[in-house]
């Protein structure tokens, strides 16, 4: 028996390190994830008013702020009692597609990628792992440059979110009551022109080069698949009724469900906090305790009726039924292309829809009191705010990442969460160089960037906290 650490995993958003225990045929038997990261935007908020948690929550994640902004807001939203009109739901919808298309073409080219190809024998793509690349030179080769491609495509969907939305990331005109930004004509055939080159590039260029990722690696789709359940929220609203592009629903089983926030929970006994384990977000708090015994993580494990689910694009296509192949690495790799181009196929409808020089915002005010649950789908999953709101501040704050989603902990029953359980029976070829480990963990594209390193500036680790609200 042995046991393999990496830590910190590179090529993802924040700092998570992932331990395995292997069995004398190097099959991993046992996995954590540990996120060493510790986000204390829930208490951050308190005390301040509702609309400043849609600019405050961007500060979460640089990678998908968009789907923070537009979830912070519509749980203030919910609060007051108000839904934007269309014109405001479409221009969040061009500015989340946007981030979208942007964060998908990161995920594969620079992120995943270079776990199967072969980069320069330069920085920034040494040192690397030296077995299992399986693509002639030619094929190399062309990956390689399609990875240098694809940096400028990505930043021409940021600046395609940043027309309406003002600037990515951290966008400025995402507020409750919808979105400050009115179109011009000028606005609209710059996004355009955009789209048009980024779409080229997804249908030339990406769909080759996923299927040929696919068909050299064939063996993952039978690999890193985990419990299999799925879980999505929904998301870009499609009128002012509710409809979504891709609706919300749970897959147990391999079979498709109903989804109510009623039956999430979040539990803490294998996390670094000292809140209450159990309870719905609208009911929970935040308070750390680093440190504590049996715990290994900051992330919290939620579970849906009681069992771990996993969030993503693999889930968003189970449910709306663009996807049903698989769960597996490749399985990830393929749904997050085919949503990828019904995105932008979705803008071009979209932005022709949009009306020029007409407001998608209305001024709700500060609801006195209330509460709301601000639920949509970032990037890499399901992403839900929930606030309290009293004496017109906020009172409580609660927030589930998709990452806390996929790399939870152990659960106080004893389940662990999505990626350790996809860990787990993986067979490693070289101990001493495990690709493999970092191929699964990088289909679920996971984000651990959601607030500061817990240390002090010399370096030394902190065990205690003194928490204290703004109240600003």
């Given at each position: ?441 990088h289909s679920f594209d996971p984000c651990t960037g959601c607030s500061v390193h817990v240390m002090s500036p010399d370096g030394v680790e902190m065990s205690k906290f ?5 109240g600003i």
């Amino acid at each position: 028996m042995s046991t393999i650490t990496l830590d910190p995993i590179t090529r993802l958003e924040g700092h998570l390190k992932i331990n395995v225990t292997l069995d004398s045929s190097n099959t991993v038997t046992a996995a954590q994830a540990s996120g060493g990261l510790y986000r204390d935007f829930e208490n951050l908020l308190l005390n301040r008013v509702p609309k400043d948690a849609a600019f405050l929550t961007q500060r979460i994640c640089g990678l998908c702020p968009v789907s923070h902004a537009i979830s912070s807001a519509k749980a203030v939203e919910q609060a007051a009692k108000f839904t934007p009109n269309l014109q405001g739901m479409l221009l969040r919808n061009l500015i989340q597609g946007s981030n979208y298309i942007s964060d998908h073409i990161l995920h594969f080219y620079h992120l995943a990628l270079m776990d199967y190809v072969k980069g320069p024998q330069s920085h920034p793509w040494t040192p690397t792992y030296g077995q299992d690349y399986r693509f002639d030179s030619t094929d190399n080769q062309t990956l390689v440059d399609n990875y240098i491609k694809a940096l400028s495509i990505r930043r021409k969907a940021h600046e395609m979110g940043a027309i309406f939305g003002g600037k990515l990331p951290h966008a400025a005109s995402i507020v409750p009551g919808g979105v400050t930004a009115i179109p011009s004509a000028v606005d609209i055939t710059k996004f355009k022109s955009n789209l048009s080159e980024i779409t080229t590039f997804i249908t030339d260029t990406y769909q080759a080069d996923v299927n040929k990722l696919a068909s050299t690696y064939s063996d993952y789709y039978k690999i890193g698949k985990g419990y299999g359940n799925l879980i999505a929220y929904g998301v870009f609203d499609t009128d002012t009724n509710g409809t979504k592009l891709f609706p919300q629903g749970t897959v147990t089983n391999g079979v498709i469900g109903s989804f109510s926030q009623d039956n999430i929970k979040e539990y803490v006994g294998h996390s670094w906090y000292s809140s209450q384990s159990g309870t719905n977000p609208a009911s929970g708090s935040t308070t750390p305790s680093y440190g504590k015994s049996g715990a290994y993580t900051w992330l919290k494990a939620p579970r849906y009726n009681g069992q771990p689910y996993e969030a993503g694009p693999l889930a968003r296509a189970w449910i709306s039924g663009d996807y049903k192949k698989g769960v597996s690495v490749m399985d990830r790799h393929m749904a997050r292309y085919i949503e990828t181009a019904k995105i932008a196929n979705n803008l071009s409808k979209w932005i022709d829809q949009i009306q020029v020089n007409k407001s998608g915002y209305t001024d709700i005010g500060t609801p006195a009191s209330g509460s709301g649950i601000g639920l949509t789908e970032a990037p890499r999953g399901a992403l839900g705010h929930w606030v309290s709101v009293a004496s017109s501040k906020i009172s409580k704050y609660q927030i589930i990442t998709p990452t806390c989603w996929n790399a939870s902990p152990m659960d106080d029953s004893g389940n662990v969460g999505p990626i350790e359980k996809a860990l787990i029976g993986t067979t490693i070829a070289d101990i001493t160089q495990p690709v493999e480990l970092l191929r699964i963990v990088h289909s679920f594209d996971p984000c651990t960037g959601c607030s500061v390193h817990v240390m002090s500036p010399d370096g030394v680790e902190m065990s205690k906290f003194i928490i204290q609200p703004l109240g600003i």
